[in-house]
Nanobody, 116 residues
Framework: QVQLVESGGGLVQPGGSLRLSCTAS???????MGWYRQAPGKTREWVGT???????YYAESVEGRFTISSNNAKKAVYLQMNDLKREDTAVYYC???????????WGQGTQVTVSS
């Protein structure tokens, strides 16, 4: 059974930075690792994905501000978030897929609040 543990969320002022981490266990092969977020009253939205440990893709709303990286040996994925805005406030979820097209497994989520 795949388990994902996220960490790194918190309260930050606008313009600040946070780094989220997610570590997977119970999985051998990873096709992709990604991040999603869900703001209050909104549906969950895709933030970004890293495939094969090197090819990264981002939502337009975070392009240039957020960076995804991974450590395949540790089965970990990271989300460096810079120049945070109030609209980035959400619960952030890690998603890991074994194969392309898989729905993947989800972490429990970590709260990010951007507020002065």
């Amino acid at each position: 059974q795949v388990q994902l543990v996220e960490s790194g969320g918190g309260l930050v002022q606008p313009g600040g930075s946070l780094r989220l981490s997610c570590t997977a266990s119970g999985i051998i092969t990873i096709y992709s690792m990604g991040w999603y977020r869900q703001a209050p009253g909104k549906t969950r939205e895709w933030v970004g994905t890293i495939i094969g440990g090197r090819n990264t893709y981002y939502a337009e709303s975070v392009e240039g501000r957020f960076t995804i990286s991974s450590n395949n040996a540790k089965k970990a994925v990271y989300l460096q978030m810079n120049d945070l805005k109030r609209e980035d406030t959400a619960v952030y979820y890690c998603n890991v897929k074994r194969v392309k097209g898989d729905q993947g497994s989800w972490g429990q989520g970590t709260q990010v609040t951007v507020s002065s």
